[in-house]
């Protein structure tokens, strides 16, 4: 283990230097503007939209405003997850908080889960007891509420590779998909007259949230606990590593999300030949950045002496 610290060195260099362009991949800088447009029309959507549903008594409509109300939280948290990931590294925290993204995922998956249960909850009510509703009014407010929601939408469409901001796209896009539901209850009802109606169109736009969020919700916990990103496949990188000039044995594999667009990777590499050390360090770094978009790579390079093996070489050793 004799390269052990140098290889720690050099290669931290060099994965981070290449990593910018690859793995080291922030939200980029108009997503700013974004999250501030799409919060502020948002707030002030909601309370047009729980202020007239009280006045119709329609259910589909305060569901919807109370569903606008945790996309306007979510897309907060998402806007404060953004800016603390650029925040400098410290001494006790040598990531920085770029965990905050995950956690904001997270939060926002959780968020809209809780508010299908509320519109769940009232829906199944509202069964028992269906009120009549202001039809007019429902089919304007609620087609403010497409238009709102379908262009705060598509300002976040660009950045999918970011489960962060994937959050919040799929907030905007739910809620667009919420409110036209809210347009066709309130047409339906004024054409037959049937109250039930607007509970039932509830309980299907809670089924249109949690479809849409589950995925949102496991791969934010699959970070959240360390998994290794869902578009890297471990055992690809483990066969391409091992795959390396002079490389004979690959332990001790770790592969991890620092962010929601960061990933990180330590690996203990056996390589009896290692004169080429930093050259070998560098076409690695950049091969990992390349083809897996790991953009933070440490690896410890090991000659295989007997006398000096790994203690963290068996499989069930972590």
Same mark, same amino acid.
């Given at each position: ?25 922030? #939200? ?15 707030? $002030?959507?909601?309370? !047009?939209?729980? @202020? ?25 948290? %998402? +806007? ?23 956690? #904001?995922?997270? $939060? ?7 508010? *299908?249960? #509320? ?20 089919? =304007? ?31 905007? %896009?739910?809620? %667009? ?6 347009? !066709? &209850?309130?047409?339906?009802? +004024? ?8 509970? &039932?169109?509830?309980? !299907? ?7 849409? @969020? +589950? ?19 471990? $055992?690809?990188?483990? /066969? =391409? ?6 490389? @004979?044995?690959?332990? /001790?594999?770790?592969? +991890?999300?620092?962010?929601? @667009?960061?990933? %990180?990777?330590? *690996? ?7 004169? /080429? ?5 560098? /076409? ?35």
């Amino acid at each position: 283990m004799a390269n052990d610290a140098s290889s720690h060195d050099h290669d931290h260099d060099h994965g981070h230097d290449h990593g910018h362009g690859h793995g080291h991949h922030h #939200a980029p800088a108009d997503f700013g503007r974004a999250f501030a447009i799409g919060a502020g029309l948002n707030i $002030a959507f909601v309370a !047009v939209e729980a @202020t007239a549903g009280f006045i119709t008594g329609s259910l589909a409509l305060l569901a919807d405003a109370g569903h606008n109300l945790s996309d306007v939280l979510g897309l907060l948290m %998402a +806007w404060a997850a953004v800016v603390m990931a650029r925040l400098a590294p410290t001494a006790r925290r040598s990531y920085g908080l770029r965990k905050g993204t995950i956690l #904001a995922s997270l $939060a926002n998956a959780s968020l809209l889960l809780v508010a *299908v249960g #509320a519109i769940v909850w009232e829906a199944v009510r509202r069964f028992g007891a269906p009120e009549p509703v202001a039809t007019g009014p429902m089919i =304007w407010v609620a087609g403010i509420g497409v238009v709102i929601n379908t262009a705060t939408a598509l300002m976040f469409m660009r950045g999918h590779h970011d489960l962060n901001v994937r959050g919040a796209f799929l907030h905007m %896009a739910a809620d %667009a998909a919420v409110s036209l539901g809210v347009v !066709v &209850a309130a047409i339906a009802i +004024w054409m037959t007259g049937w109250s039930w109606i607007d509970p &039932a169109i509830s309980l !299907v736009i809670a089924v249109v949230i949690v479809a849409g @969020t +589950w995925g949102l919700l496991r791969d934010s916990l699959d970070l959240a606990l360390d998994a290794a990103p869902r578009g890297v496949d471990p $055992a690809a990188v483990r /066969d =391409w590593l091992a795959a390396r000039p002079g490389v @004979t044995e690959v332990h /001790d594999l770790h592969i +991890w999300a620092m962010s929601t @667009t960061e990933t %990180a990777l330590t *690996v203990h590499l056996t390589r009896p030949q290692n004169a /080429d050390a930093d050259q070998f360090l560098h /076409d690695v770094a950049h091969g990992l950045a390349d083809q897996f978009r790991i953009g933070h790579p440490t690896l410890q390079i090991e000659t295989g002496d007997s006398g000096h093996a790994c203690h963290l070489a068996p499989a069930n050793v972590v």
